[in-house]
């Protein structure tokens, strides 16, 4: 069956300009999670989609970060005017309610200029 | 921040050994899970431990923690090439609302 998609693949984009990053999660997935990975490091957590519940949202790292889930489904990340530093590969998982393993999309790497 | 911590960093090693990878962790845990990266892209989950179970197995892995210590270590014998990748552990708070904390990964080199 289809995995967890993610668009683009790749993004370049001049500081200050506006991004937005989309994750298709696995069909049925009740959760949904977005994390960033710099450059030879390990993930950090950004933001969690669970069913109708309130995300959590303690891992953005400033307002100029937001993310919204319609229909319980697709994600999408939006970083507005985007800074060197947020220059990254941006991971999105999934998972079943109440199942710990989660499974992951190819990433975005983003690439701030 | 990053819950965890691995060692080693980085681990370069013949095929047909064995790898051991460790990890420790700050705060209370649910469970504690093992992923592997190739190429800097997606994630692959290996294998979950509970917070209550101390060892466990899937095929060449093995897994074991100790919560005294918060710690725990992967074990992959009889390593091949194609076990070349980046390891992470990890961990789901005690409130187990699905969110993962990652340790910073070890980057494992198998020699063919």
């Known amino acids: 069956g289809a995995g967890v998609s993610q668009s683009p693949s790749n993004k370049v984009t001049e500081k200050g300009k506006d991004v937005e990053l989309r994750c298709d999660p696995i069909?049925?997935?009740?959760?949904l999670y977005w994390y960033r990975q710099s450059l030879g490091q390990g993930l950090e957590f950004l933001i969690y989609?669970?069913?109708?519940?309130?995300?959590?949202k303690s891992g953005l790292p400033s307002d100029r970060f937001s993310a919204e889930r319609t229909g319980g489904s697709v994600s999408t990340l939006t970083i507005q005017r985007t800074q060197q530093e947020d220059s990254a590969v941006y991971l999105c998982?999934?998972?079943?309610?109440?199942?710990?393993?989660?499974?992951f999309g190819p990433g975005t790497r983003l690439t701030v200029l | 921040s990053q819950q965890g911590e691995e060692d080693p960093q980085a681990l370069s090693i013949q095929e047909g050994e064995n790898a051991t990878m460790n990890c420790s962790y700050k705060?209370?845990?649910?469970?504690l899970q093992w992923y592997r990266q190739n190429s800097g892209r997606g994630l692959v989950h290996l294998i979950l431990?509970?917070?209550?179970?101390r060892e466990k197995h899937s095929g060449r892995l093995r897994v074991t923690l100790d919560t005294s210590k918060k710690s725990s270590s992967l074990l992959i014998t009889a390593s091949r090439a194609a076990d070349t990748a980046s390891y992470f552990c990890?961990?789901?708070?005690?409130?187990?609302?699905?969110?993962?904390?990652f340790g910073q990964g070890t980057t494992l080199q198998v020699k063919p």
């Open positions: 431990i509970r917070s209550n179970e």
């Open positions: 705060t209370s845990i649910n469970n």
């Open positions: 069909s049925g997935h009740t959760a």
């Open positions: 989609f669970q069913g109708n519940s309130a995300p959590d």
């Open positions: 998982a999934s998972s079943l309610l109440g199942v710990n393993e989660q499974f």
């Open positions: 990890a961990t789901s708070g005690s409130s187990n609302t699905g969110k993962l904390i």
